[in-house]
């Protein structure tokens, strides 16, 4: 899967920077985020965001790749790395804390 990964970490790369949650950071805060959405996309194939999201934020501690991101710092990042795998939607309403709000 990492000759696959390379592909879209090349895509993010040179595309990450036009995304409203990623002003003012560095490519490398996101790239775990990413890299962990893309993943996530295929191992949960088949499966709504809002099914696996709880798992993703409980799993992201113990991610190989996380670098020292928290799930807050990279949520949006790997939702948008998982709408572009799966086809979801980009506008899609998200839950963040109490309060609903589009991913952009």
Request: proline share 1%.
């Amino acid at each position: 899967m990492a000759d696959l990964w390379d592909d879209h970490d090349s895509y993010w790369r040179n595309t990450y920077s036009t995304r409203p949650y990623a002003t003012g950071r560095a490519y490398d805060e996101l790239r775990g985020g990413y890299r962990y959405g893309y993943e996530s996309a295929n191992r949960y194939k088949g499966r709504g965001w809002e099914d696996v999201e709880s798992d993703l934020s409980r799993d992201w501690d113990t991610y190989a790749y996380r670098g020292k991101s928290t799930w807050e710092n990279v949520k949006d990042a790997v939702r948008d790395a998982w709408n572009r795998m799966t086809g979801e939607t980009e506008h899609a309403t998200v839950r963040s804390g109490d309060s609903r709000r589009s991913t952009y």
